[in-house]
């Protein structure tokens, strides 16, 4: 973070629209502390594949900004970066040229001068004169560049830009009013099978999405943790779930510290929980997840497992995850193994058939959770999804493997691109040496929960459930 061209003179006065900077009696001009802690976050993702959910708290920290500019920083930050594609279109349309040949410093602050522009309350110029003074202690000599662009940004509305650039085919058209790239606007598509309704989810992913908590069952209960909070509700759908109200880190929160409750999307919690109750004849004491790293899906498992007299064996293979599921389970019955769950049968800790019900929540491109990485959407790739499904593939038939007859599996991802979802699941059960069927998910959540579909599998969406769009299906071990 560059600290040296802060001064007195860059404090607001009052609402946004004073916060032009003035430059210092004699100096060069004062930034505006809320716009240079966005743009350092910003320039971090592009320049370094930085996450901006991890740098931003860093540099509002190093940089003092706090409560109304740190609110403003992380809008600013977090719409900047779901809106890069259609932003660097219109950019690109009002500078003439294409965003590549733009410097990338002054790129970044042209990006966050036009969403100040289109997206926010802020006046016109303020948000020019404020981006300019940030291109000038950039590069001195585009600043006339910088302001040139900007007033031809805010010559019109974001309605008529779209208008103005809006491409004939629909899929992409789409693409650039809801700012998704086009092969994300398509999965969504095949997954809804209308485009019209992936549009409402592609809006739902530019929205800041609530924090849930789990609050553990047996632990603390979901009503009484919901009246400690100040301004938080109990969920709509999972039994466990505690929406909060925004601002505060709940990791201060004293349930979540001492272990009785952990941040969750409910529709996370709803897809283990499926697992957890779905019938079963015989021994039900022995529960493995098999990609357990950070520790969230364990965590409720491992609490249910508690109340059950059962135990879970949790398997990750990165070491530091890992670690990390060790912490997030300290105290419940859960005996964490840093392995790669494909090891099935040839792990001592892995037998084959050993297990009652198995979790594979399989590492996907998280298109069910745009809206909680701002710049994910932008960096995925097509290309990134046949590793990912040859490995959704591999660990599915290791979880076929590990579960015994009569058993269930849960297949759970966090993207509804089909073949990540019902093609990995048809995929891996065609080439199994083991038996399964697909189970109707749909009567293991619960009633009041809308548009499931029309079975085996569940896709969630944030649109329609207000969750993560995460996809369930489970399969039990015929023979
Ligand atoms: C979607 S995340 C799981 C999220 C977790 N269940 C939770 O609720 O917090 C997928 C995890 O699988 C892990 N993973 C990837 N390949 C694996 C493998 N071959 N064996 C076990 N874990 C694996 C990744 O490191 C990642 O932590």
New binding site residues.
């Given amino acids: 973070m560059r600290s040296a061209r802060r001064g007195p003179g860059a404090r607001p006065a009052g609402g946004r629209d004073d916060r032009l900077a003035r430059p210092p009696r004699g100096g060069r001009p004062a930034l505006d502390p809320a716009r240079e802690a966005a743009y350092e976050a910003v320039a971090a993702v592009h320049r370094d594949d930085a996450y901006a959910n991890l740098v931003l708290p860093r540099i509002l920290r190093e940089s003092g900004v706090t409560g109304r500019d740190a609110a403003f920083a992380t809008e600013l930050t977090y719409g900047t970066l779901r809106q890069t594609g259609t932003l660097d279109a219109i950019v690109a349309a009002a500078a003439d040229r294409p965003m590549e040949r733009i410097d990338p410093p002054v790129r970044d602050a042209l990006r966050l001068g036009a969403y100040q522009l289109l997206h926010l309350r802020v006046g016109a110029h303020a948000a020019v004169a404020t981006t300019v003074d940030l291109v000038r202690s950039l590069v001195p000599g585009a600043a006339g560049f910088a302001n040139a662009v900007l007033r031809r940004v805010a010559e019109t509305d974001r309605t008529a830009w779209l208008a103005r650039l809006a491409p004939a085919d629909p899929v992409d058209r789409a693409a650039l009013t809801h700012a998704h790239p086009a092969w994300i606007v398509r999965a969504f598509a095949d997954a809804l099978g209308s485009l019209e309704e992936a549009e409402l989810a592609l809006d739902a992913d530019n929205l800041a999405p609530p924090v849930h908590l789990c609050a553990h069952p047996g632990l603390i209960d979901t009503a009484d943790l919901a009246a400690s909070l100040r301004g938080a509700s109990v969920g709509r759908y999972s039994p466990y779930a505690v929406v909060l109200s925004g601002g505060g880190d709940p990791a201060a929160i004293a349930a979540v510290r001492d272990g009785r409750a952990h941040v969750q999307d409910e529709g996370?919690q709803l897809v283990a929980n499926a697992l957890a109750t779905a019938p079963l004849d015989g021994r039900d004491d022995t529960w493995l997840?098999?990609?357990?790293?950070?520790?969230?899906?364990?965590g409720l498992l491992g609490a249910l497992a508690l109340q059950r007299g059962a135990h879970v064996t949790a398997?990750?293979?990165?070491h530091h995850?890992a670690a990390l599921v060790a912490s997030a389970t300290t105290g419940l019955p859960v005996y964490t193994i840093n392995a790669?769950?494909?090891d099935v049968g040839r792990d001592r800790d892995l037998p084959a058939g050993g297990f009652d019900r198995v979790l594979v929540?399989?590492?996907?491109t998280g298109l069910g959770a745009l809206r909680r990485r701002p710049e994910a959407r932008w960096r995925r790739q097509p290309s990134d999804l046949p590793p990912l499904t040859r490995?959704q593939r591999e660990?599915l038939q290791a979880a076929f493997r590990a579960v015994r007859p009569g058993g269930l599996v849960a297949y759970v991802t966090?993207s509804p691109h089909q073949a990540e979802t019902s093609v990995s699941v048809t995929e891996a059960a065609r080439r199994s040496d083991v038996e399964v069927d697909l189970v109707d998910a749909r009567p293991y959540l619960p009633g009041s929960l809308p548009e499931v579909g029309t079975g085996p599998t569940v896709q969630l969406w944030p649109h329609r459930h207000g969750t993560d769009a995460m996809f369930l299906a489970l399969l039990r071990r015929t023979a």
Avoid: I, M, N, Q
Wanted: proline share 8%.
């Fill in positions: 996370s997840d098999l990609c357990a790293g950070p520790g969230g899906k364990a398997v990750e293979v990165a995850r790669d769950g494909r929540d399989a590492p996907c490995l660990l966090c």
